[in-house]
């Protein structure tokens, strides 16, 4: 990242007390364009931000704002941030990336739908067969197992069919075969 101190327009160092928090220690402008920011209000935010949670969590070096950013570096509890002006660089960067994101956002909410729909041809398809084995086991026997492999099912979803078919009393329950279950119509 190539930058000059003249990007810099301003420092802060954000302490930390064990009764009241974060506070403002001191503050220092090197330019007017910090005076957009109330260091004295957003203090706890951006200690929070850059502090916040344990250990384990990540947490973020700077934080880019429309018209400057931040860059803090952490000492004891202290936190020293400093705010920059950022360069069309980074204007061009982050036009890019909404570029990037919103096709992203696209593809994404594609598959949402695609993935919808199969649940929805999941549920069809469930139907079709709950209609298929009662025409199938028409007049003959079959175990689960031989129409698990007709419909290419795993054997919790034929056990759920199977199972619902017999609850509306369109099939039932013939007679076992070693493990198997025999199925036939009522």
Do not use: H
Not at 15 to 23: S, V
Not at 137 to 152: A, D, I
Not at 161 to 171: F, P, R, T, Y
């Amino acid at each position: 990242m190539n930058f000059t101190e003249n990007e810099i327009i301003g420092a802060a160092l954000i302490g930390f007390d064990m009764i009241d928090g974060p506070f403002l220690k001191w503050k220092k402008d090197f330019s007017q364009a910090n005076k957009s920011v109330n260091l004295d209000d957003f203090a706890m935010n951006f200690y929070l931000a850059f502090r916040g949670g344990n250990e384990s969590v990540k947490k973020p070096r700077a934080i880019l704002y429309d018209k400057f950013y931040i860059v803090a570096f952490p000492k004891d509890l202290e936190l020293c941030c400093l705010f920059m002006k950022p360069k069309n660089l980074i204007d061009n960067n982050i036009k890019q990336l909404n570029k990037i994101a919103s096709r992203i956002i696209t593809e994404m909410e594609a598959n949402i739908e695609e993935d919808e729909n199969t649940v929805d041809s999941e549920e069809n398809t469930s139907d079709e067969i709950k209609r298929l084995i009662p025409n199938l086991l028409n007049g003959t026997k079959m175990t689960t197992p031989e129409l698990r492999r007709y419909f290419k099912l795993s054997n919790s979803q034929i056990w759920k069919i199977m199972l619902d078919l017999e609850n509306s009393k369109k099939i039932r329950r013939a007679e076992k075969k070693g493990r198997s279950i025999l199925w036939t119509t009522t």
